[in-house]
């Protein structure tokens, strides 16, 4: 009885991990439509507030505060899904979710009008009975240690900070949507706050370093 009972159990198993298979998605193909890490100079495309600047010994797209980008791709091939992914720097001090002069600091992500990044940094240091912390790599309000996803902490600032490495971080945004429209528009840009500072972008701002769109065809 026991030995029947245990075959019965593996055999709910078995056909319970075959249901799940059936129903998991599988990638057909995937296409690269868009990939520009501004090496070249072109901004074919982008219509930007600002405009290439040399950091680091590289170009990137900005120094944005207050301010953004959009990207507008047309004639994409058939697909269902979108895949972005943006070289996000942030720079000097931002706040996170601090309220008040000092913030928040948001910055957000659009395709097609749609939010799909809604999210603040923070690029500041925890002290033992202070700390400001961020939401990414969330996009509600959550409290997570400042600099909490980057790829690089390590990075030096800008304009008055330039000597000071540690004040710029980078990060990788990556986001995949139903998308089958045969054009794209993705919108990135800030909500910065800073009213004690004399140059708010001097004290807060981010950059690009690189974007690149992939159509994806998923069954």
């Known amino acids: 009885m ?17 249901m799940f298979s059936s ?12 990939s520009n890490d501004f090496s070249s ?5 982008i219509n930007s507030d600002q405009g290439l600047v040399s950091y680091n010994g590289r170009n990137v797209l900005g120094f944005f505060n207050n301010e953004g980008f959009t990207l507008t791709l047309n004639e994409l091939p058939p697909h269902n899904m979108v ?8 720079h000097n001090f931002w706040n996170g979710n601090s309220p008040g002069v000092e ?25 033992s009975t202070y700390c400001q912390y961020q939401s990414f790599p969330e996009n509600t309000i959550r409290n997570f240690p400042p600099k909490t996803g980057a790829d690089k902490i390590d990075l030096p600032g800008l304009f008055d900070q330039a000597n000071n490495n ?6 990788t945004i990556t986001k995949i949507i139903n998308h089958g429209d045969k054009s794209i528009l993705l919108k990135c ?22 974007i690149i769109v992939s159509v994806l065809n998923v069954r």
């Open 189 to 210: 840009y800030d909500e910065l706050r800073q009213e004690n500072v004399p140059v708010p972008r001097e004290d807060e701002s981010w950059s690009v370093g690189e």
């Open 83 to 90: 895949k972005i992914n943006v070289e996000l720097y942030i």
């Open 166 to 171: 540690g004040l710029t971080s980078k990060y």
């Open 23 to 34: 129903c998991q998605e599988r990638l057909l193909d995937e296409m690269v439509v868009y």
């Open 2 to 18: 026991k030995s029947s009972k245990i075959c019965q159990l593996i055999y709910l198993f078995i056909i319970a991990e075959l």
């Open 103 to 127: 913030g928040p600091d948001i910055w957000k992500m659009e395709v097609d009008e749609e939010i799909i990044v809604n999210t603040t940094f923070a690029n500041t240091t925890c002290a």
């Open 41 to 45: 100079l072109d901004l074919t495309s």
